[in-house]
């Protein structure tokens, strides 16, 4: 019996860890391993009519002693320090004594068909599920068995035909612990599938996040080693006395404190998003006229316009803007991103800067003829340290945070941010809202 | 003598200015920028460049419709037999570990500086080295 007991478990395990493999679904490996298991324990276990009839026959004689089989099961579980989990409530180990006494009630009736099969895999999965060990359960059928055996053994008094009756009972608890072991191997191998899928998640995350943070690592020290090269540099060759008039000079100096604001302007994104990414970036909302701030970030970014004989068109002086909800240093940082982008992305034709208003929101629209970007990767400019094309940011210097940082300042405030473009070549428009002041 | 001379590809303008003055006027050295790549190729093909200092990251590099990098072009130097002893100086912002032994490999490049490169004594003294070996 113990050799054809583990070359079963041995048949099982193979099928189940072939179906964990090949990427079956779980309740479909429940049922197609419950049906053909069950068929497989029927030829192992040899049942004959023989047996079902000997077992049909002891019950009437059984009968009354079921309940007490079951107690007897029952009683010796607590002992496990694991215990107390099954008894819960006194409904769950009633139900699951019940259900054992059923079980007795089929064995004794000859039944051990599918339904049989089903209700022992339940009570093995409960056991599972409880934590409760293999070797404990084992242990209280085993208790099961000698109590059946003393059964028979006091109340048959055919000699022949309670030994039959012993062999009978012996391959339907046999029957019944390959299923409670089945059992227990399938519920460990899901654990063990489904902690393992966790953990290669986990896995991957890491990897990507480390990834993701040595990438941003290496394009910062790149992106603020090149303003500080020229920052050192001029200074230096003015130090050198390299120039030959003071104009000379006064150039070289003026390139120097433009790459140096051009270096505190990525020190300063850069700090923003070690805020966001520490949660600790404070946005104040309070009553907020948008206007006037609108109307500032504009003038400032008209003289780059102008530099670049891009037209900056205002279309909001026509529009009563209501009072909004918001924080102004915040909102201020938002237009000089959006419309600083604008005009940074664009080498010919117009900005135009709108607005929108219904009783919940202001939509603010900056449209521009720049150089556009390619549907596919309009969702990534978002995404924190992504400027989408690496080369475009050297062409147009920054950081590459700007738009991900006002997302998160625009959300913050309860507003929505969007970019659209047609393509390449074809100019951006972004969209924002800002929530309408309601008293 | 004839002055020497010094192609610097680099695509950001700020930067050009500064090898311009430093090389020129501490330098004495006569100096061509450009990121063209067909341009880049005639240069040096014609004899007239000494040595060329070399970005790896740029933006308008492009060689027959396809963008190029700094590495990309050093192997273009290399490959043709009558410029592949021109001596390299690549000069690049990429400063993280490992960026130096990757990129000297990949480019074959005798001289590797790492920006921010402002001292322009030590950039000539760099650039002095790699033309006397060149003799």
């Known amino acids: 019996m113990t050799s054809q007991f583990s070359s079963f478990c041995e048949a099982i395990r193979e099928r189940v860890v072939a179906s964990v493999r090949a990427g079956d679904k779980m309740r479909n490996l429940d049922q197609g391993v419950t049906m053909e298991t069950f068929r497989e324990i029927k030829r192992y276990m040899h049942f004959s009519d023989e047996d079902v009839s000997v077992l049909k026959k002891l019950g009437p004689t059984m009968q009354p002693y079921l309940k007490e089989m079951a107690e007897r099961f029952y009683a010796e579980i607590p002992n496990h320090p694991e215990a107390f989990k099954i008894f819960t409530g006194p409904e769950q180990i009633n139900r699951l004594k019940q259900s054992l006494q059923r079980w007795g009630a089929g064995l004794f009736a000859g039944i051990y068909d599918e339904n049989y099969v089903q209700e022992r ?106 303003p500080l090269s020229s920052v050192l540099g001029f200074i230096r060759l003015v130090l050198d006395g390299v120039c030959q008039s003071r104009e000379e000079e006064m150039d070289l100096l003026n390139d120097a404190f433009h790459a140096a604001e051009h270096l505190l302007s990525i020190v300063n994104d850069l700090l923003d998003v070690a805020r966001i990414e520490a949660g600790r970036l404070e946005i104040q909302s309070r009553r907020t006229e948008a206007k006037p701030i609108l109307q500032q970030v504009i003038s400032l970014t008209a003289v780059q316009a102008e530099q670049k004989s891009v037209k900056l068109i205002d279309k909001t002086d026509s529009i009563a803007l209501p009072t909004v909800w918001g924080d102004s240093e915040r909102l201020k940082q938002v237009f000089i ?103 | 003598m004839k002055k020497q001379s010094i192609l610097v590809v680099e ?66 130097i290399r490959q043709d037999q009558a410029t592949a002893r021109i001596p390299i100086l690549v000069a690049t912002a990429h400063a993280m570990e490992g960026d130096r032994a990757k990129i000297i490999a990949a480019t074959g490049a005798n001289g590797y500086l790492e920006k921010p490169i402002y001292d322009s004594r030590k950039l000539i003294s760099e650039v002095e080295s790699l033309l006397s070996t060149k003799e």
Do not use: W
């Open chain 1, 121 to 226: 895999y339940l009570v093995g999965h409960t056991h599972v599920r409880i934590n409760l060990p293999q070797k404990y359960v084992v242990s209280a059928m085993a208790l099961v068995r000698e109590f059946l055996h003393q059964v028979v053994n006091r109340e048959i008094k055919d000699i022949p035909f309670r030994m039959q009756a012993h062999i009978s009972l012996d391959k339907v608890l046999d029957l019944d612990l390959n299923l409670m072991c089945e059992a227990y191997f399938k519920s460990s191998v899901q654990a063990l599938k489904e902690i393992n899928q966790k953990l290669e998640e986990a896995n991957r995350k890491l990897i990507e996040s480390s990834q993701f943070k040595s990438e941003f690592l290496a394009s910062t020290s790149h992106e603020l080693r090149t």
């Open chain 1, 337 to 439: 991103n959006i419309i600083g982008n604008a005009v940074k992305f664009t080498d010919r034709g117009s900005v135009t800067v709108n607005a929108q208003v219904d009783d919940k929101f202001v939509e603010f629209k900056v449209e521009d003829t720049g150089v556009g970007i390619a549907k596919e990767r309009q969702a990534e400019l978002f995404e924190k340290f992504k400027q989408v094309d690496s080369s475009l940011k050297r062409r147009y210097g920054g950081s590459g945070l700007g738009l991900a940082i006002s997302k998160h300042l625009v959300e913050r405030m309860g507003g929505k941010i969007q970019l659209h473009s047609e393509g390449l070549g074809l100019g951006t428009t972004v969209t924002f809202t800002i929530p309408v002041y309601v008293q």
């Open chain 2, 11 to 76: 695509d950001n303008a700020l930067i050009v200015k500064f090898y311009r003055m430093a090389l020129e006027r501490q330098g004495g050295y006569k100096v061509y920028t450009t990121e063209d790549v067909d341009e880049i190729l005639q240069l040096v093909r014609s004899g007239e460049i000494d040595l060329v200092i070399l970005d790896i990251s740029l933006s308008n590099a492009h060689y027959q419709n396809r963008k190029m990098d700094g590495i990309e072009i050093a192997g273009l």
